[in-house]
């Protein structure tokens, strides 16, 4: 505390902020009247300062402003810019809750859960805002040979005023959760005892949030989600790369955008996702207790890997033609479909001698890295505006993004 009133004592015998009777007002440029000097009180790493400023009050906005707030980060918020800065570090991997406790056990710095809340979200929005506007392309350099992109979706709990209208897999056709669609890029080039490509290290980056992926016709631009895919492509190098790779789970939306963004890209089904795809055919075919799903679903997984689509409808078609079970007929013809859909994006043979990962291991990961751990905890529900905020920090900090945003943010305010 002794630090902290050295600090208010400096600060406060510092009254260069006071620029005349009158400064133009940042909003609408017209003159604001100086209004005398405020005090308020902010949370610092030192503890709690109490500072007086000058005070201006635009007679036009109706709005009265601070100069020294702006220059020393502290508009619009209790907290100092080193405090944000810890309150959006701590955010991303614990609750509010939480992190109010750990800044308090192991900084001395007291702030609510609340306000760690409403910082986060100012926060989050803020480096979501950054990662729109910052595009730098990577450099030659940093492209590998091949890289892999991946996209994928993950349900995360909302409150019911977020749910109104939308239709979902209660029992009632109502929805608890919303969609995070999620993009990843990386690169593979190192390779195990088998020789199956293992991820480069450190070369995963993360980009996610609740928005629509789907691009309507009339639509004058690409889906925001399209948009956001397009700028990590563009940032990581993946259009420049010698060879490039979608991977996905099979989902129609995944395709599409990935032919519209990337025609020349190779697309590859997770082989995993496939493989599981056929063990619940099994187990509507045969019961989900029974041995012979198991040995049946291992045998389709065996033809799977070796490029035997042909094998595996003729199976899925003998059960078909001889069941008359409505429902596991129309399973079974579903899984056809699949298989169909998605053949040319099945050749794993192929593609493993090609060098190519058939595993959206990454992507599955990133879904419960980026996502789960931090927003599907018990009892979270959120807004769309919370958990956008807390996803943009997350990716940003697993990304290795999250030091340049404060660096940009450094800058703005100097400027």
Known sequence: MVAARAVERRLNADV???????????????????????????????????LERAYYRCDRCKEGFCPRDIVLGLQNTSVSPAVARMIGLAAVMVSFEESAELLDELAGVKVNAKQVERTAEVLGAEVAEDERRHVEAAGDAEIAPTMYLGMDGTGVPMRKEELVGRKGKQADGSSKTREVKLCTVWSAEGRDRDGVPVRDEGSISYSAAIERAATRDTDAACSVFAQRVEREATRRGFNRAARQAVLGDGAPWIWNLAAEQHPDAI????????????????????????????????????????????????????????????????????????????????????????????STAVVESGCKVAVGTRLKRAGMHWTVRGANAIIALRCSKLSGRFEDFWERRAQRRTA
């Open 16 to 50: 260069s902020d006071h620029q005349g009777a009158a400064v133009p007002c940042p909003r609408c440029k017209e003159p604001a009247k100086y209004a005398g000097r405020h005090a308020k009180t902010w949370q610092s790493v030192l503890g709690p300062l109490t």
């Open 267 to 358: 697309q590859i089904v997770d082989r995993y996702h496939a493989k599981e795809h056929l063990s619940d055919v099994a187990k509507i075919i045969y019961g989900a207790t029974s041995d012979f799903a198991a040995a049946w679903a291992e045998a389709r997984h065996d033809e799977l890997d070796d490029g035997k689509l042909h094998k595996i409808v003729a199976a899925l078609t003998v059960h078909y033609r001889s069941s008359t079970d409505a429902t596991k007929r129309d399973e079974v013809r579903k899984c056809i479909g699949y298989l169909w859909t998605n053949r040319r994006r099945m050749r794993y043979p192929d593609f493993r001698e090609q060098g190519l990962c058939t």
